[in-house]
């Protein structure tokens, strides 16, 4: 069974730095793109970082393009999210997720920027 | 970026009714490799989301064949044939074809 399981959310204040987590299993980690998705309370969703199979490559929307980096450790079949320079608009939950069009999805961690 | 436009925003449903939903995009997502990377997602109450439809028109594993999906293009089309209470929750298209990644900003399945 594919589990995708976020850790290292909680309260922090602006400006400060965050490092989420996730732990992958059931499947074979280093096949697979990764992704991370937040949702604002009441929001939609939006697009964090995608990782490619061996972490060559990155991709980032602008509103966190040079503060966030996606990356990801094939022998530990874990992904991660460091999160730097957070703003109070950062506040959301953040789902790891499997894939481009992502099939697999964790139950998410909730980040809180607030002074 | 990518614009995804879903429309409508809320959509009211019996039991049994077929509805569908709209997703347009701002720009082609049709790839230089001949994929269109067009998603479509259900978020119930609570819950992450989940996959219902990759690339346009095929179903994800153990979704249910009365979810559908059509278009090409800028056009993007999900069709729901016959409304079950299991079904209701927030819809969203999602494109990958271009960086960065977008997705619209959801339809609301409720009951009528």
């Known amino acids: 069974e594919v589990q995708l399981v976020e850790s290292g959310g909680g309260l922090v204040q602006p400006g400060r730095s965050l490092k989420l987590s996730c732990a992958a299993s059931?499947?074979?980690?280093?096949?697979?793109?990764m992704a991370w998705v937040r949702q604002a309370p009441k929001k939609g969703l939006e697009w964090v970082a995608t990782?490619?199979?061996?972490?060559?490559?990155?991709y980032y929307p602008d509103s966190v393009k040079g503060r966030f980096t996606i990356s990801r450790d094939n022998a530990k079949s874990s992904l991660y999210l460091q999160m730097n320079s957070l703003k109070s608009e950062d506040t959301a939950t953040y789902y790891c997720?499997?894939?481009?069009?992502?099939?697999?999805w964790g139950q998410g961690v909730m980040v809180t920027v607030s002074s | 970026d990518v614009v995804l436009t879903q429309t409508p925003s809320i959509l009211s449903a019996t039991i049994g009714q077929s509805v569908s939903i709209s997703c347009r995009s701002s720009q082609s997502l049709l790839d230089s490799d001949g994929n269109t990377y067009l998603y479509w997602f259900l978020q119930r109450p609570g819950q992450s989301p989940q996959r219902l439809i990759y690339l346009v028109s095929n179903l994800g594993s153990g979704v249910p064949n009365r979810f559908s999906g059509s278009g090409s293009g800028t056009d993007f089309t999900l069709k729901i044939s016959g409304v079950e209470a299991e079904d209701l929750g927030v819809y969203y298209c999602m494109q990958a074809t271009h960086a960065p990644y977008t997705f619209g900003a959801g339809t609301k399945l409720e009951l009528k």
């Open positions: 997720a499997r894939g481009k069009g992502p099939n697999y």
């Open positions: 990782i490619s199979t061996s972490g060559s490559r990155t």
């Open positions: 059931g499947f074979t980690f280093s096949n697979y793109y």
